[in-house]
């Protein structure tokens, strides 16, 4: 998946979404997922806090959260350490995410 896409395919499983009536060229209105308008959704990509907000829709889900950390593990690669998973980079983050939740392609 190239960035952009997995950028939108991370603001998609958070509930953000283009606001059809503010939509023009380079700036982009989106509501979130509480309903409310916003200029641009977090940099999921490039924010671990955004990334932390993001994980939270694993919390209450045991096997998708066991999932994340194997897939967190399988992006990072080789012998990976609890140090390792904790200095993840926000990108792997996203694309561990994804993967768990079965929208990387």
């Not at 958070?14 to 916003?38: E, F, R, S, V």
């Not at 959704?41 to 194997?70: C, F, G, K, W």
Request: with cysteine.
């Amino acid at each position: 998946m190239t960035s952009d896409d997995q950028r939108i395919a991370i603001e998609e499983v958070c509930g953000w979404k283009i606001n059809p009536a503010k939509h023009n060229a380079k700036c982009l209105d989106w509501i979130n997922q509480n309903g409310n308008t916003a200029h641009l959704p977090p940099d999921y990509l490039n924010d671990l806090n955004a990334m932390h907000d993001a994980r939270s829709i694993i919390q209450n889900n045991t096997a998708l959260r066991v999932e994340y950390l194997n897939q967190l593990r399988r992006v990072i690669g080789g012998l990976v350490s609890d140090f390792d998973l904790i200095n993840a980079r926000s990108d792997q983050h996203a694309e561990a995410l994804l993967k768990a939740l079965d929208k990387w392609k």
